[in-house]
């Protein structure tokens, strides 16, 4: 894929609409390089002007912050902030939950003020301008999908809606789990759990979320954050029902949607 | 002249045994770290009067709120009968208002008698919750005796009070007929004229000691119940107040910022510093005792109804770890309450050895947290159980390099990977190769 980065736009004296934040997940995570591949191609198709930092982005630190270590999120942080303000980014768009509330919420108290959105935000944006078409809707119509809300998009930032209407552009039948937006079960990724084995308990945050989601009878686990999708996948395959239930983010529905899987 | 006289020092005992109390709680608070209060006021008051007056976040659970809400109305209406009370009291009168309010003290007082009934009511309902149906979140772990039992000491304290006042309006309306040039007449009271038939067979002294044993064991109730729900998580009546006003108005995913480590890092990576580290002593990093809390967080605890409906909706907590967030809130404030008593006898109260970490709150707890935010948002008071723990886990981590190995791990490939995974930096743009 042909994807520009911030320093070869700014060298040929351009400047982007808007940049793409990658994340750490959407780097390196096998699963979830897909996604940011998927977004990337929506936003080609869609033929907004964006670039990303490539080499140049480093982890927000939105782990090292939530497992306490405030030295190396500030570390993290401060980096960023001066790359980003270097560049005289204004506008970024993430894939990633996470990176989207450390950049919108905590950026600003340390110099790096930005107009943050969520990728699902985004999308919902592009489609009511009509700036994505969505010209296979058939591999969706009727479905059911059940949406995972992440905890950072939902109780954190309040974004319940946008990724609902993305799945709905897709005319599928979305189906509620029990526990559902402000009541949403977390995955069982944040706060670096990510990164640590969970402490002792009689079952895992992810299987139980699985099983809510199974008990909704639908064929898609739609999410929204890369944390996310390697829970519920996780999940689905330790309940053995990777035949009858798959784990796909927003931008890849949407990307398939647009035939250009 | 006798009962006025008693009445005053009544009331005065228990006004000093009660500021006491008062000045006790609010100087554990005061032990807690400053923190800025900004956003508008518009917006606190707002929380304030939708969360603590109108119960707004209390109405997730439609049962519980509604029965809630009309012990709340009741305590709220009846206390204004409490003020006739007072006056009585101090000027030896009965019932100083029915004579000038006429028909609309009838009319108040059948008020008070139904929210009497209704409060009464729930009471009954809350106790069949707690005791028979034994609803999960009133037995979880942190529900040792002695929280249970205080929830039904209040419980039937309530019933106890508005039994007094439907048997003193009785006795009252009886005397009226025997006695109208001592007893001004209130008019039918619905709900104690019922109890009428049961009274009538006695004689009129004895009315006259039950209506009057009736008025002091609900007064003396009254005052009374005000000096126990300073120890009590009924306390949460007065603190609700307070507490969703201090709310925190940021979205929740923000984590507050500490500038002692912004100041640090801009000074290792040679930025500028707008403002210069004020002389205040950094003090520790995170929190290991209730004092590097912020205050907000300390008053908090005092405005905790022990409802566990944090708990109940913790991932954590579900899947049978050991964090209950509810447990956070009720840690930290008898952690207060010790330091409170340590104070009490001289010293700074802090020092016994003890403290609110590894104490009251293991780090196995602490651990388990994903910051997922469902027990914040599931509060009706607005309480931020996750303030804690993550202050809590600074301080294990800066204070002590003490966190879980994986987490340690994790740190390094940030460090050196700028991600939180052992992939080269140099791979970050990889994704669009192939
Ligand atoms: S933020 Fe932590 S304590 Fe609160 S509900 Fe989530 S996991 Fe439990
Ligand atoms: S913190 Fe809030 S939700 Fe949790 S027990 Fe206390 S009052 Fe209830």
């Known amino acids: 894929m042909n994807i520009p980065t911030l320093s070869e736009l700014t060298a040929r004296g351009e400047t982007p609409e808007i940049l793409f934040w990658v994340g750490c997940a959407g780097s390196y995570d096998d699963r979830y390089k897909r996604v940011t591949r998927a977004f990337a191609k929506i936003l080609i198709a869609a033929e907004i002007k964006f670039a990303v930092l490539g080499p140049e982005e480093s982890c927000t630190g939105d782990p090292a912050r939530r497992a306490g270590n405030e ?17 005289g980014v204004k506008k970024i768009v993430t894939a990633c939950p996470h990176c989207f509330n450390t950049l919108k919420n905590e950026y600003p108290e340390l110099g790096g003020h930005y107009e943050v959105i969520h990728h699902s935000e985004f999308l919902q944006q592009l489609i009511n301008e009509g700036r994505i078409k969505l010209t296979d809707t058939t591999a969706y119509k009727g479905k059911k999908i059940t949406y995972h809300d992440s905890c950072y998009l939902g109780r954190a930032n309040g974004v319940y809606e946008a990724p609902r209407a993305v799945i709905e552009a897709l005319d599928a039948d979305l189906a509620e789990m029990k526990r559902s937006k402000t009541r949403g079960l977390c995955c069982g990724a944040g706060g670096a759990q990510m990164f640590k084995d969970a402490e002792k308990g009689n079952k895992e945050i992810n299987i139980e979320r699985t099983e809510e989601a199974l008990n909704t009878g639908a064929q898609t686990i739609a999410v929204a954050c890369p944390f996310c999708m390697t829970m519920m996948t996780d999940g689905v395959k330790a309940k053995e029902k990777e ?19 | 002249m006798i009962q006025q006289i008693l009445f005053l020092l009544t009331l005065l005992g228990f006004a000093i045994i009660l500021r006491k109390r008062i000045v006790q709680i609010s100087r554990t608070i005061r032990l807690g770290r400053d923190v800025k209060i900004d956003g508008p006021t ?14 707004k976040k209390m109405f997730s659970r439609f ?26 009291g101090l000027a030896g009168t009965h019932r100083i208002f029915a004579p000038y309010l006429g028909g609309f003290y009838t009319v108040l007082m059948n008020v008070f008698e139904f929210l009497a009934v209704a409060v009464l009511v729930a009471c009954v309902v809350f106790l069949i919750r707690r ?6 979140r009133f037995w979880s772990a942190e529900m040792t005796a002695w929280p249970r039992l205080d929830a039904n000491i209040i419980l039937i304290t309530e019933i106890v009070l508005m039994l007094a006042i439907l048997k003193m309006n009785a006795a009252d309306q009886i005397l009226q007929h025997r006695e109208p040039q001592h007893y001004p007449s209130t008019g039918k009271l619905m709900f104690s004229s019922i109890l009428i038939p049961v009274l009538e067979g006695y004689s009129t002294s004895f009315l006259i000691f039950v209506e009057r044993f009736a008025w002091w064991f609900h007064i003396i109730g009254i005052l009374a119940f005000a000096v126990y729900i300073t120890y009590s998580k009924h306390l949460h009546i007065f603190m609700a107040f307070p507490n969703t006003w201090f709310a925190r108005l940021q979205p929740a995913g923000y984590i507050s910022n500490m500038p002692v480590v912004t100041r640090e890092v801009k000074s290792m990576l040679g930025l500028p510093i707008e403002e210069p580290g004020t002389n205040e002593p950094p003090g520790r990093f995170g929190a290991k005792d209730v004092n590097d809390l912020p205050w907000t967080s300390l008053m908090a605890a005092y405005a905790c109804t022990e409802c566990g409906r944090c708990t109940s909706e913790c991932p954590a907590n579900i899947t049978g770890k050991k964090l209950s967030p509810r447990k956070i809130m009720m840690d930290t404030r008898d952690r207060l309450e010790e330091v409170g008593r340590n104070l009490q006898n001289g010293g700074n109260g802090l020092d016994d050895g003890k403290s609110l970490l590894d104490h009251y709150i293991t780090r196995e707890e602490i651990n388990a947290c994903t910051s997922c935010n469902a027990c914040v948002e599931a509060c009706p008071v607005l309480i931020n159980p996750l303030e804690i723990i993550l202050e809590l886990r600074r301080y294990v981590v800066m204070e002590e390099s003490g966190a879980p190995a994986s987490w340690n791990a994790m740190f390094q490939n940030l460090e050196t990977n700028f991600a939180p995974w052992k992939f080269s930096a140099a791979d970050r743009f990889n994704w669009a190769k192939d």
Request: charged share 15%; glycine share 4%.
């Open chain 2, 42 to 55: 518009s917006r606190r008051f707002r929380n304030m009067l939708l969360v603590a007056f109108g119960q």
């Open chain 1, 71 to 87: 030295f190396l999120f500030q570390m993290q942080a401060m980096n960023n902030i001066q790359i980003l303000n270097g560049y």
């Open chain 1, 243 to 261: 035949q009858q239930i798959k784990v796909k983010d927003l931008a890849e529905l949407i990307a398939e949607a647009q035939g250009l899987a």
């Open chain 2, 63 to 88: 049962i519980p709120a509604f029965f809630h809400f009309l012990i709340y109305i009741g305590f709220l209406v009846i206390n204004i009968e409490a003020l006739e009370f007072i006056i009585d």
């Open chain 2, 131 to 136: 005791n028979v149906l034994k609803l999960p």
